[in-house]
């Protein structure tokens, strides 16, 4: 989510007349675009954003600024702490930051209800650097799920979703210019309303030749999207599905409005409809509240759907959440401990899965010269002639590792 909107930030820089530069040492502008999804992360930005301040005192007419969820969530906090930073932008109203550069405005500009609302449209200006590929298309912003944990709903407000005509046309201007990959985004993109026929009509435009969609929610998937999947070639064979946990009643106090039985249902599901899908996920461990055999009800969610890739957190207490006022009492060593365990049983899943496509061919779009991602996304190293960036290849993969592929080039 937040690399599309830095890329589209950077689109209408460009188009203003702006040229990328090679490093922060030599912007004339820094845009810091920031999460608040994990402690972690806002930690970070904190750090960095204040390690600008010797570029601002080394030349002041610099301009610096935070953008996205965190900058909306501590924008008091930057102003005070960090009185180098000129700007700070909430995550919706990143696309005025040109504007307010040219006007030489400073100071705190958060997002307001009309400015979540508001899809900007630019189309029309972009301008694709040549080595990317995909175009990244959000469908919905923010988010109304309340998922107890999230912070989500709170710093990038409720959902609100673009019309199906508004992305047709976005991707189509993405396709005519050679973007022959489309990724729909949203948080809970799969509930949409106009979900599969935004599917069925991205997948049948010209030019566009593989289409994925994030993040699925999982108490909206159903086996209608898995046929459409399953009956389209253009629609990629890859499932980004967060179950977060395999306890029910974990699952129940994060409020994800789907049971351990649901889950399961659609994940065999499309393992019996696609068997080559990826199907990856979210954990989340030491929720409040997780027992050692809550714990070890994730671990069998693991060995049961076996996950081709799983992304994997300590439970993050966020303010503002329902979960932030429980108790968050599975310890950091308890947490760190579980981590561990649940990495070593996901790693490999995915190693058994990825060890099925060994002897196999398979196309991948070249990211770089000699690597790249098939349709289900996983990524592949090949040896042989190498590839122009966004060029198909074909690679026998003659080895698997948990997080990746290597083979050599075919053709
Ligand atoms: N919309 C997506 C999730 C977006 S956040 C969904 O509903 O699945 C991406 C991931 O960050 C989540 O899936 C979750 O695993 C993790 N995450 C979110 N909040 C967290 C928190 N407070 N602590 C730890 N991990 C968290
Ligand atoms: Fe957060 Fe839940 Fe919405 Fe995902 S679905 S963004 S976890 S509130």
């Known amino acids: ?30 845009v810091y675009n920031t999460c608040s999804v994990r402690g972690h992360a806002e930690d970070k930005a904190m750090s960095h954003l204040g390690r600008l301040k010797f570029l601002k005192e080394r030349s002041p007419g610099t301009v610096i600024c935070a953008a996205g969820c965190m900058a909306q969530r501590m924008k008091e906090e930057i ?7 000129d700007l700070v932008v909430g995550p919706s109203s990143i696309f005025r930051v040109p504007e307010m550069v040219r006007e030489n405005l400073s100071g705190v500009y958060p997002d307001t209800p009309d400015t979540v609302k508001e899809f900007s449209e630019y189309i029309d200006d972009i301008n694709l650097e040549k080595e990317e ?8 912003k923010g988010c ?30 993405l396709a005519s210019r050679g973007q022959r990959e489309i990724m729909l985004l949203g948080q809970a993109v799969n509930a949409h309303p106009q979900f599969k026929d935004i599917l069925k009509g991205v997948s049948s435009l010209k030019g566009v030749e593989r289409v994925r969609f994030v993040t699925s929610y999982p108490g909206k998937m159903d086996r209608e999207i898995v046929d459409i999947v399953s009956g389209t070639p253009v629609l990629c064979d ?7 946990s395999g306890s029910e009643s974990v699952l129940k106090r994060m409020n994800r409005k789907y049971t351990v039985e649901d889950f399961l249902d ?6 019996e409809k696609v068997p080559d899908a990826a199907i990856t996920t979210d954990f ?4 409040p509240g997780e027992t050692r055999d809550d714990f070890k009800r994730t671990l069998e969610m693991v060995e049961k759907v076996r996950f081709d890739q799983s992304f994997t957190f300590k439970y993050s207490p966020r303010p503002l959440t329902s979960a932030s006022k429980m108790d968050d009492d599975v310890n950091e060593d308890e947490k760190k401990r579980r981590l561990a365990e649940l990495n070593r049983v996901c790693s490999r899943a995915g190693l058994e899965r ?44 003659n080895q698997a590792l948990p997080h990746s592929l290597k083979g050599l080039r075919e053709d």
Request: charged letters at 25%; hydrophobic letters at 35%; glycine letters at 8%.
């Open 1 to 30: 989510m937040n690399k599309a909107d830095s890329r589209r930030l950077l689109e209408i820089f460009i188009s203003a007349g702006y040229i990328p530069a090679d490093d922060k040492n030599t912007a004339d502008v820094i």
């Open 266 to 271: 659609i994940a065999f599901y499309i393992r």
């Open 144 to 173: 109304g799920n309340f998922c107890s944990y999230c912070i989500v709903p709170y710093v990038r407000g409720r959902e609100h979703y673009r019309s199906k005509e508004e992305v047709l046309k976005e991707c189509r201007a």
């Open 354 to 397: 990825n060890r099925r496509l060994i002897g196999r061919k398979v196309r991948v779009f070249a990211s770089e010269a000699r690597s790249g991602r098939t349709g289900s996304y996983k990524i592949v190293h090949w040896e042989g002639k190498g590839a122009q960036p966004g060029e198909p290849v074909t690679v026998k993969v």
């Open 238 to 244: 890859y499932f980004h599905i967060p179950v977060q």
């Open 133 to 140: 590929y995909t175009g990244y298309v959000p469908i919905m």
């Open 284 to 287: 989340i461990v030491g929720f």
């Open 79 to 85: 102003r005070e702490r960090l009185p180098h930073i």
